[in-house]
Protein backbone atom coordinates (compact mmCIF):
# COMPACT_ATOMS: atom_id res chain seq x y z
CA UNK A 1 0.00 0.00 0.00
CA UNK A 2 0.90 3.99 0.10
CA UNK A 3 3.62 4.86 2.40
CA UNK A 4 3.71 8.59 3.02
CA UNK A 5 6.86 9.79 4.68
CA UNK A 6 6.86 13.69 6.40
CA UNK A 7 9.75 16.04 7.50
CA UNK A 8 10.10 17.65 9.73
CA UNK A 9 8.58 16.58 12.95
CA UNK A 10 8.96 19.96 14.65
CA UNK A 11 9.54 23.22 12.77
CA UNK A 12 9.94 26.33 15.10
CA UNK A 13 10.21 29.61 13.06
CA UNK A 14 10.01 33.40 13.31
CA UNK A 15 7.11 35.55 12.93
CA UNK A 16 7.02 36.33 9.35
CA UNK A 17 9.82 33.56 7.95
CA UNK A 18 8.69 30.84 5.59
CA UNK A 19 8.05 27.82 6.37
CA UNK A 20 8.79 24.33 4.65
CA UNK A 21 7.33 21.01 4.92
CA UNK A 22 7.97 18.30 2.62
CA UNK A 23 6.68 15.02 2.15
CA UNK A 24 7.12 11.41 -0.17
CA UNK A 25 5.06 9.11 -1.09
CA UNK A 26 5.92 5.39 -2.53
CA UNK A 27 2.93 4.77 -4.68
CA UNK A 28 2.70 5.60 -8.47
CA UNK A 29 -0.67 6.12 -8.68
CA UNK A 30 -1.34 8.36 -6.19
CA UNK A 31 -3.01 11.87 -7.65
CA UNK A 32 -4.33 13.78 -4.96
CA UNK A 33 -2.48 15.42 -2.47
CA UNK A 34 -3.75 17.43 0.16
CA UNK A 35 -2.61 19.16 3.17
CA UNK A 36 -4.64 19.52 6.52
CA UNK A 37 -4.06 22.23 9.46
CA UNK A 38 -5.33 19.80 13.35
CA UNK A 39 -4.87 22.70 16.02
CA UNK A 40 -4.89 20.71 19.67
CA UNK A 41 -7.95 18.64 20.14
CA UNK A 42 -9.62 19.90 16.96
CA UNK A 43 -10.30 18.44 13.60
CA UNK A 44 -7.92 18.40 10.53
CA UNK A 45 -9.33 21.39 8.39
CA UNK A 46 -8.23 21.30 4.82
CA UNK A 47 -5.74 24.48 3.80
CA UNK A 48 -4.85 23.35 0.22
CA UNK A 49 -4.76 20.40 -1.99
CA UNK A 50 -2.77 19.79 -5.52
CA UNK A 51 -3.45 16.89 -7.98
CA UNK A 52 -1.22 15.36 -10.03
CA UNK A 53 -2.18 17.19 -13.29
CA UNK A 54 -0.48 20.30 -11.79
CA UNK A 55 2.70 20.93 -10.59
CA UNK A 56 2.25 23.96 -8.09
CA UNK A 57 -0.97 25.72 -6.82
CA UNK A 58 -0.97 28.79 -4.54
CA UNK A 59 -3.61 30.15 -2.26
CA UNK A 60 -2.40 33.56 -0.47
CA UNK A 61 0.29 32.55 1.67
CA UNK A 62 0.20 28.81 1.02
CA UNK A 63 1.74 27.10 -1.66
CA UNK A 64 2.07 23.39 -2.75
CA UNK A 65 4.25 21.74 -5.30
CA UNK A 66 4.59 18.61 -6.89
CA UNK A 67 6.89 16.79 -8.29
CA UNK A 68 5.38 13.66 -9.64
CA UNK A 69 8.74 11.96 -10.86
CA UNK A 70 10.56 12.78 -7.78
CA UNK A 71 7.09 11.34 -5.72
CA UNK A 72 7.31 14.54 -3.55
CA UNK A 73 5.55 17.46 -2.52
CA UNK A 74 5.44 20.04 -0.15
CA UNK A 75 3.97 23.21 1.70
CA UNK A 76 5.23 26.33 1.61
CA UNK A 77 3.88 28.69 3.48
CA UNK A 78 4.99 32.23 3.89
CA UNK A 79 5.14 35.18 5.87
CA UNK A 80 4.49 32.92 9.35
CA UNK A 81 2.11 33.96 11.96
CA UNK A 82 1.58 33.24 15.05
CA UNK A 83 -1.91 31.85 14.49
CA UNK A 84 -0.29 28.91 12.02
CA UNK A 85 0.83 27.32 14.63
CA UNK A 86 -0.84 24.11 14.85
CA UNK A 87 0.13 20.43 13.30
CA UNK A 88 0.35 20.08 9.89
CA UNK A 89 -0.28 16.82 7.85
CA UNK A 90 -0.24 15.78 4.59
CA UNK A 91 -1.62 13.22 2.73
CA UNK A 92 -2.13 10.96 -0.42
CA UNK A 93 -4.75 9.54 -2.18
CA UNK A 94 -4.90 7.11 -5.08
CA UNK A 95 -7.25 8.25 -8.41
CA UNK A 96 -11.12 6.71 -8.98
CA UNK A 97 -11.98 3.13 -9.07
CA UNK A 98 -11.42 0.40 -7.03
CA UNK A 99 -12.11 -0.41 -2.97
CA UNK A 100 -9.25 2.03 -2.43
CA UNK A 101 -10.64 5.33 -4.08
CA UNK A 102 -10.41 8.03 -2.05
CA UNK A 103 -8.85 6.37 0.88
CA UNK A 104 -6.09 8.98 2.51
CA UNK A 105 -2.92 7.68 4.15
CA UNK A 106 -1.24 10.41 5.94
CA UNK A 107 2.12 11.74 7.21
CA UNK A 108 3.67 11.66 10.37
CA UNK A 109 2.54 15.12 11.00
CA UNK A 110 4.81 17.83 11.44
CA UNK A 111 4.33 20.79 14.53
CA UNK A 112 5.11 24.18 13.31
CA UNK A 113 5.67 26.95 16.27
CA UNK A 114 5.57 30.15 15.07
CA UNK A 115 7.08 32.69 17.77
CA UNK A 116 6.31 36.14 18.02
CA UNK B 1 -15.97 24.50 3.89
CA UNK B 2 -18.14 21.35 3.86
CA UNK B 3 -19.81 20.62 7.62
CA UNK B 4 -19.20 16.86 9.05
CA UNK B 5 -20.49 16.73 12.53
CA UNK B 6 -19.29 13.98 15.10
CA UNK B 7 -21.80 12.64 18.07
CA UNK B 8 -20.70 12.61 20.68
CA UNK B 9 -17.96 14.49 21.60
CA UNK B 10 -16.28 13.03 24.10
CA UNK B 11 -17.88 9.93 26.03
CA UNK B 12 -16.72 7.94 29.46
CA UNK B 13 -18.04 4.43 29.40
CA UNK B 14 -16.85 1.48 31.55
CA UNK B 15 -14.94 -1.28 30.51
CA UNK B 16 -16.82 -4.05 28.29
CA UNK B 17 -20.02 -1.46 27.55
CA UNK B 18 -20.36 -0.76 24.03
CA UNK B 19 -20.11 2.91 22.56
CA UNK B 20 -21.88 4.29 19.47
CA UNK B 21 -20.47 7.00 17.72
CA UNK B 22 -22.42 9.25 14.70
CA UNK B 23 -21.05 10.90 12.12
CA UNK B 24 -23.00 13.30 9.80
CA UNK B 25 -23.03 15.05 6.46
CA UNK B 26 -24.55 18.35 6.61
CA UNK B 27 -23.99 19.68 3.23
CA UNK B 28 -23.98 17.03 0.99
CA UNK B 29 -24.68 13.18 0.50
CA UNK B 30 -21.77 11.09 1.19
CA UNK B 31 -21.47 7.77 -0.67
CA UNK B 32 -18.45 7.55 1.11
CA UNK B 33 -17.43 7.74 4.67
CA UNK B 34 -13.85 6.99 6.57
CA UNK B 35 -13.47 6.88 10.09
CA UNK B 36 -9.90 7.55 11.70
CA UNK B 37 -8.25 6.90 15.01
CA UNK B 38 -5.50 9.55 15.96
CA UNK B 39 -3.56 8.83 19.61
CA UNK B 40 -2.17 11.47 20.76
CA UNK B 41 0.77 13.53 19.05
CA UNK B 42 0.69 11.12 16.42
CA UNK B 43 -1.02 11.13 12.86
CA UNK B 44 -4.52 9.95 11.64
CA UNK B 45 -4.25 6.03 11.10
CA UNK B 46 -7.39 5.37 8.94
CA UNK B 47 -9.83 2.42 10.13
CA UNK B 48 -12.52 1.73 7.69
CA UNK B 49 -13.91 3.14 4.51
CA UNK B 50 -17.81 3.19 4.81
CA UNK B 51 -20.06 2.78 2.21
CA UNK B 52 -23.58 3.58 1.96
CA UNK B 53 -25.51 0.33 0.76
CA UNK B 54 -22.51 -2.24 1.74
CA UNK B 55 -20.50 -3.56 3.94
CA UNK B 56 -17.54 -1.43 5.06
CA UNK B 57 -13.66 -2.02 4.32
CA UNK B 58 -11.62 -2.48 7.25
CA UNK B 59 -7.68 -1.31 7.11
CA UNK B 60 -5.44 -4.60 8.43
CA UNK B 61 -5.25 -4.79 11.71
CA UNK B 62 -8.71 -3.75 12.55
CA UNK B 63 -11.37 -5.88 14.10
CA UNK B 64 -14.30 -5.62 12.16
CA UNK B 65 -16.06 -7.51 15.24
CA UNK B 66 -14.93 -4.95 17.58
CA UNK B 67 -15.49 -1.72 15.81
CA UNK B 68 -18.70 -1.80 13.68
CA UNK B 69 -19.69 -0.09 11.14
CA UNK B 70 -23.21 0.60 9.68
CA UNK B 71 -23.57 3.54 6.70
CA UNK B 72 -27.58 3.06 6.62
CA UNK B 73 -28.11 6.58 4.56
CA UNK B 74 -25.79 8.97 2.12
CA UNK B 75 -25.65 11.28 5.45
CA UNK B 76 -25.03 9.12 8.42
CA UNK B 77 -22.50 6.56 9.49
CA UNK B 78 -21.96 5.20 12.62
CA UNK B 79 -19.02 3.13 14.42
CA UNK B 80 -20.19 1.04 17.43
CA UNK B 81 -16.65 0.25 19.63
CA UNK B 82 -17.87 -2.72 21.09
CA UNK B 83 -17.31 -5.00 24.59
CA UNK B 84 -14.96 -1.28 24.91
CA UNK B 85 -11.39 -1.75 26.57
CA UNK B 86 -9.19 0.55 28.00
CA UNK B 87 -6.77 0.53 25.32
CA UNK B 88 -9.49 1.59 22.95
CA UNK B 89 -9.46 4.48 24.48
CA UNK B 90 -8.61 6.95 21.64
CA UNK B 91 -9.75 10.27 19.43
CA UNK B 92 -12.27 9.05 16.73
CA UNK B 93 -12.56 11.28 13.61
CA UNK B 94 -14.67 10.83 10.52
CA UNK B 95 -14.96 12.12 7.38
CA UNK B 96 -17.06 12.53 4.36
CA UNK B 97 -15.74 12.53 1.06
CA UNK B 98 -16.95 15.11 -1.46
CA UNK B 99 -18.87 13.43 -4.71
CA UNK B 100 -18.39 17.23 -6.36
CA UNK B 101 -14.64 17.70 -5.22
CA UNK B 102 -13.20 13.98 -3.82
CA UNK B 103 -11.70 16.37 -0.82
CA UNK B 104 -12.46 14.86 2.67
CA UNK B 105 -14.09 17.16 5.32
CA UNK B 106 -13.30 15.82 8.87
CA UNK B 107 -15.82 15.61 11.70
CA UNK B 108 -14.71 17.26 15.32
CA UNK B 109 -13.76 14.29 16.78
CA UNK B 110 -14.81 12.06 19.71
CA UNK B 111 -12.74 11.33 22.74
CA UNK B 112 -13.50 7.96 24.07
CA UNK B 113 -11.88 6.90 27.45
CA UNK B 114 -13.11 3.56 28.55
CA UNK B 115 -12.62 3.01 32.41
Known amino acids: GENVEQHPSTLSVQEGDSAVIKCTYS??????FPWYKQELGKRPQLIID?????GEKKDQRIAVTLNKTAKHFSLHITETQPEDSAVYFC???????????????FGQGTILTVHP | GAVVSQHPSRVICKSGTSVKIECRSLDFQATTMFWYRQFPKQSLMLMATSNEGSKATYEQGVEKDKFLINHASLTLSTLTVTSAHPEDSSFYIC???????????FGPGTRLTVL
Open chain 1, 91 to 105: AASIGAGGTSYGKLT
Open chain 1, 50 to 54: IRSNV
Open chain 2, 95 to 105: SARSPYTDTQY
Open chain 1, 27 to 32: DSASNY
